[in-house]
T-cell receptor, first 113, second 116 residues
Framework: GNSVTQMEGPVTLSEEAFLTINCTYT??????LFWYVQYPGEGLQLLLK?????DKGSNKGFEATYRKETTSFHLEKGSVQVSDSAVYFC????????????FGQGTRLTINP | NAGVMQNPRHLVRRRGQEARLRCSPM?????VYWYRQLPEEGLKFMVY????????ESGMPKERFSAEFPKEGPSILRIQQVVRGDSAAYFC??????????????FGPGTRLTVT
């Protein structure tokens, strides 16, 4: 079945550092890929998405590129801020049927000033 | 434009009691998903419902768990005879499925269930 593997956390960085959170997936067919962010005590918010190979999703300075050849969707940001501290989830969904989301285990990111 | 509403936000139940979790989807959304998040883990799909229909319940435990999404009112996730292992955060997401692909799911704030 489909699965998502994320870089294990927690990750702690200083403000303005470069961020990479690795995500790889296993799927039959051609899934859509997502990054969600969860702030403390809140639900998940969609951060960015990509629906086909070589698509780049971007939002709020974050980027991720759909790499079919390496089955990856790594999250990057050039200069992180304290407000980026949260838990980040990589996820995929089938393009047909229920389109239920399959999540990675999450990566907790802490940014120190 | 109200988002997905879930209540209660926190629920404490003793072992053997029933837990009822409610989810009101975004206005205009007729598709609801329930996910469970165990401590320090990612979210796991439980069930997908449309109005008055269960479409996919492949992630639901076979016993004690049920879900409904009536024609009127919120979606309900019901857990009978709760056990400590049911302690988790339960998230609801809603979708329009009428525009674009993939159909974006909008998440509520979750209900944190604690079984004592």
């Amino acid at each position: 079945g489909n699965s998502v593997t994320q870089m294990e956390g927690p990750v702690t960085l200083s403000e303005e550092a470069f961020l990479t959170i690795n995500c790889t997936y296993t799927a039959t067919g051609y899934p859509s890929l997502f990054w969600y962010v969860q702030y403390p005590g809140e639900g998940l918010q969609l951060l960015l998405k990509a629906t086909k190979a070589d698509d780049k999703g971007s939002n709020k300075g974050f980027e991720a590129t759909y790499r079919k050849e390496t089955t990856s969707f790594h999250l990057e940001k050039g200069s992180v801020q304290v407000s980026d501290s949260a838990v980040y989830f990589c996820a995929l969904s089938d393009r047909q049927g229920a389109q239920k989301l399959v999540f990675g285990q999450g990566t907790r990111l802490t940014i120190n000033p | 434009n109200a988002g997905v509403m879930q209540n209660p936000r926190h629920l404490v139940r003793r072992r053997g009691q029933e837990a009822r979790l409610r989810c009101s989807p975004m206005k205009g959304h007729s598709h609801v998903y329930w996910y469970r998040q165990l401590p320090e883990e990612g979210l796991k799909f439980m069930v997908y419902l449309q109005k008055e229909n269960i479409i996919d319940e492949s992630g639901m435990p076979k016993e004690r768990f049920s879900a409904e999404f009536p024609k009127e009112g919120p979606s309900i996730l019901r857990i009978q005879q709760v056990v400590r292992g049911d302690s988790a955060a339960y998230f609801c997401a809603s979708s329009n499925r009428g525009q674009g692909t993939p159909y974006e799911q909008y998440f509520g704030p979750g209900t944190r269930l604690t079984v004592t």
